[in-house]
């Protein structure tokens, strides 16, 4: 079974820092693009960045130069630094991850459970 589980939430005050943490683990083949999603209480999950296998990454225009993602794929590992918050940046963030289990197999989504962000103004 493959799992991610992010880390790195909490509250903090506008204008501050958080770094979320995405740890991948089981039975992965190859992992590949990998990606931060949010989603905000009455609003649909929305992306928020993603990174391929090779470090092509990709930003919402809402935090465009106030996020940045990353990854380590020896550690099997996305992160998100978060600076600048906002309360509209409010929301649970999930760690989103296409996986392939073996050599044959269709590459899937696997999710995260998800992690709260709450930013205080």
């Known amino acids: 079974q493959v799992q991610l589980v992010e880390s790195g939430g909490g509250l903090v005050q506008a204008g501050g820092s958080l770094r979320l943490s995405c740890v991948a683990s089981?039975?992965?083949?190859?992992?590949?693009?990998m990606g931060w999603y949010r989603q905000a209480p009455g609003k649909q999950r929305e992306l928020v960045a993603t990174?391929?296998?090779?470090?092509?990454?990709n930003y919402a225009d809402s935090v465009k130069g106030r996020f940045t993602i990353s990854r380590d794929n020896a550690k099997k590992m996305v992160y998100l630094q978060m600076n600048s918050l906002k309360p509209e940046d409010t929301a649970v963030y999930y760690c989103?991850?296409?996986?392939?289990?073996?050599?044959?197999?269709?590459?899937?989504?696997?999710w995260g459970q998800g992690t709260q962000v709450t930013v205080s103004s």
């Open positions: 989103n991850a296409e996986i392939g289990t073996s050599r044959f197999a269709v590459r899937r989504d696997y």
């Open positions: 089981g039975s992965i083949f190859s992992l590949n693009a």
């Open positions: 990174i391929t296998s090779v470090g092509t990454t």
